[in-house]
């Protein structure tokens, strides 16, 4: 257990992990708002759209353990900003996707970036704050994930209540990029040597 940050960087790095953590929780259910304009747009079932969220859901939880496990193998920091790296890109391609089978590869590649993001945020919150402070840090995470997951379907009709579909995807892509920006100021601890 690392003795947490200075407070200066202390600061940038909850920034980074709160915009991180809640990039990747709104963009899970901010597509929900707008699967039937998606159908409509892609001309395809209203059952088929639905996949759209679903393999976000599924790839997302069947790779958050192993990520996990590399993460300790790689570096939490270089899983961590990987993963955001991943993200991003592929939330730009989402604004380009012409087709259903497009747009669900590239959800799923959202969802390993995700999956490295979320995968790894408890573990550099044991190294952003001071071992008197892990149940604050914990619970501030806790509160951005919730009042993401939350605040999605709200975002989602804002964004639709202006624009197309594929800005729903593209309306993120400058918080991913200043969560980046702040992501140099996450710990990186020396990664372990544990068998995967």
């Known amino acids: 257990m690392s003795d947490g940050l200075p407070i200066p960087r202390r600061y940038a790095a909850i920034a980074a992990m709160s915009f991180g953590s809640a990039l990747v929780v709104i963009d899970g259910g901010v597509a929900n708002v707008a699967l039937p304009t998606i159908a409509h747009d892609l001309h395809v079932a209203q059952s088929s759209v639905v996949s759209i ?21 790689i570096g939490l920091k270089r899983t961590y900003q990987g993963g955001q790296l991943i993200f991003t890109v592929a939330t730009l391609l989402c604004f380009f996707a012409k087709s259903l089978p497009f747009l669900l590869i590239v959800r799923a590649v959202q969802a390993l970036g995700a999956a490295a993001v979320l995968s790894v945020a408890s573990a550099l919150i044991r190294q952003i704050y001071p ?22 379907p709200t975002i989602g009709g804002l964004v639709l209540a202006v624009a197309p579909w594929p800005w729903v995807f593209a309306s993120a892509i400058p918080f991913a990029l ?10 990186d601890p020396k990664p372990g040597h544990a068998h995967f």
């Open 53 to 73: 969220v679903t393999i976000y859901q599924v790839m997302l939880v069947m790779l958050m353990l192993p990520i996990a496990g590399l993460g300790e193998r």
């Open 178 to 187: 200043l969560s980046l920006a702040l992501g140099r100021s996450i710990p």
């Open 131 to 152: 071992a008197n402070h892990l149940g604050r840090g914990l619970a501030i995470n806790s509160v951005v994930v919730t009042s993401s997951a939350a605040a999605a």
